[in-house]
């Protein structure tokens, strides 16, 4: 299973995170972040973000 990051946490790596919920149930929404930015809120309490595309620079 990939790793989960909460919201204000910062990017290991830049690419597309997706929200998933609190359960880890996949969402659909992605938000592009560059490494070392902090990943932005969530709609919702308890929903984090993983990492679904990594960019290859």
Same mark, same amino acid.
């Given at each position: 299973?990939?790793?989960?990051?909460?919201?204000?946490? $910062?990017?290991?790596?830049? *690419?597309?995170?997706?929200?998933v919920? !609190? @359960?880890?149930g996949?969402?659909g929404?992605? $938000?592009?972040?560059?490494? *070392?930015?902090?990943?932005?809120?969530? !709609? @919702?309490?308890?929903?984090?973000?993983?990492?679904?595309?990594?960019?290859?620079?």
């Open positions: 299973m990939k790793e989960r990051m909460s919201p204000g946490d $910062r990017a290991p790596r830049s *690419g597309q995170y997706e929200q919920g !609190p @359960r880890g996949r969402t929404h992605e $938000r592009t972040v560059t490494r *070392g930015e902090p990943l932005p809120p969530t !709609p @919702r309490s308890g929903m984090g973000y993983v990492l679904v595309d990594p960019t290859k620079n």
